[in-house]
């Protein structure tokens, strides 16, 4: 037996059916002894429920019981519906943050181009060195291939080979 035709009992069990519905059951509880079964326990429990309910007592009237139900609903809905308003600065921040971010990138990047455009960084790429009276240093920096050269020559020894050298002549 399917559950629509358990259903069925128990609609007929509990007078819901129409006339023509009602004697379509009629004609199948006289051919089958499950559904006459299953009418027989279904009569059984509504019998033993009904006897042994117990009995509520409302401590008002039943109308004022649940208009006062249905009063605690609509305030419910009333706080439920009411609209939750962001603070000021949560409002901003939505927006604040972005731009913040996109002036921080900014200034970052115009800062890195800065060093890379400026006077010094341009000797720097050039190979320009640096004296002094005791040591020379050459640099050369290439960007294409990733590298950095120094060059450190010792000014007092070449001193002391042009002052051999002037001495030989």
Partial sequence: MN???????QSYLDDELSPRENRQ?????AVDSDARALLAELKNTTSALSGNELEVK?????????????????REAKVQAA??????LA???KYVLPLAGTAAAVIVFAMVLQKQISPATLAYVAGEGETSEEMSAYTYH????????VWLADNSAATEV????????
């Fill in 3 to 9: 559950n629509d035709q358990q259903l069925k009992l």
């Fill in 25 to 29: 059951v009629t004609e199948w509880l």
């Fill in 58 to 74: 409302l401590p008002e009237g039943r109308d004022f019981y649940f208009s006062k139900i249905q009063r605690q609903l609509e």
């Fill in 83 to 88: 609209p939750v308003r962001e603070p000021v």
């Fill in 91 to 93: 409002r901003l921040w």
């Fill in 142 to 149: 290439s960007q294409a291939d990733g590298m950095t050269v």
């Fill in 162 to 169: 042009s002052s051999e050298a002037i001495e030989i002549q």
